[in-house]
């Protein structure tokens, strides 16, 4: 059976810094792209930022470039998004999700996590 858990979410302030984990199992990890996407209350789910399966590539969405970094340990089944210089508008549930490749649809998704940016 297919599992992506993600961890890592709370409150924080405008600024502060947290780091969101995506631990994947029942299926081949390495093999598959990864992405977070983010949904804010009353609006659509959106892209946020996608790993290669190798870790090569990054893919980011303007409004995160130079706060977000995404990573992945394939040998711990594992991806990891780090998020600086949070801003009230990065509050959102945000996803994991997995791709056969980069572009294509997602085959897996997380339930998702509580990310609260406020003071």
């Known amino acids: 059976q297919v599992h992506l858990v993600e961890s890592g979410g709370g409150l924080v302030q405008p600024g502060g810094s947290l780091r969101l984990s995506c631990g994947g199992s029942?299926?081949?990890?390495?093999?598959?792209?990864m992405s977070w996407y983010r949904q804010a209350p009353g609006k659509e789910r959106e892209f946020v930022a996608a790993?290669?399966?190798?870790?090569?590539?990054?893919y980011y969405t303007d409004s995160v470039k130079g706060r977000f970094t995404v990573s992945r340990d394939n040998a711990k089944n594992m991806m990891s998004l780090q998020m600086n210089s949070l801003k009230p508008e990065d509050t959102a549930v945000y996803y994991c999700?997995?791709?056969?490749?980069?572009?294509?649809?997602?085959?897996?998704w997380g339930q998702g996590t509580q990310v609260t940016v406020s003071s």
């Open positions: 999700a997995a791709h056969p490749r980069i572009g294509r649809e997602a085959d897996y």
């Open positions: 790993i290669t399966w190798n870790g090569r590539d990054t």
């Open positions: 029942g299926f081949t990890f390495s093999s598959y792209a």
